[in-house]
Nanobody
Framework: QVQLVESGGGLVQAGGSLRLSCAAS????????MGWFRQAPGKERDVVVA????????YYADSVKGRFTISRDNAKNTVYLQMNSLKPEDTAVYYC?????????????????????WGQGTQVTVSS
């Protein structure tokens, strides 16, 4: 059974940092495409960052470029999202996701419909 479990969310002041983790089990996700999404109340789920299969290409939403960084520890089957210089508008539930097929090695997937496996989400709240 495939499982994605996020952790690391919490309450932080504006300008602070958090590191989210997404631990995968049930499949060897080390080479899979992965995505981090977020959803604020009343808004759609949007991509934050996505990485292609094999990790050769990444996509960052304009709103997080220069502040957020995706990385992965293949030995731990874990993907991380380092978030720096956090802003109140970053407040949302953050989800990690993976595609059943493993994804494209050329183009990071940026749409929720392109992903099949989702974690339960972790709340990030940034106070002003």
């Amino acid at each position: 059974q495939v499982q994605l479990v996020e952790s690391g969310g919490g309450l932080v002041q504006a300008g602070g940092s958090l590191r989210l983790s997404c631990a995968a089990s049930g499949r060897p996700f080390s080479s899979y495409a992965m995505g981090w999404f977020r959803q604020a109340p009343g808004k759609e789920r949007d991509v934050v960052v996505a990485i292609s299969r094999g990790g050769g290409r990444t996509y960052y939403a304009d709103s997080v470029k220069g502040r957020f960084t995706i990385s992965r520890d293949n030995a731990k089957n874990t993907v991380y999202l380092q978030m720096n210089s956090l802003k109140p508008e970053d407040t949302a539930v953050y989800y990690c996701a993976a595609p059943w097929s493993g994804g494209s090695q050329y183009t990071p997937a940026t749409e929720p419909a392109q992903y099949d496996y989702w974690g339960q989400g972790t709340q990030v709240t940034v106070s002003s």
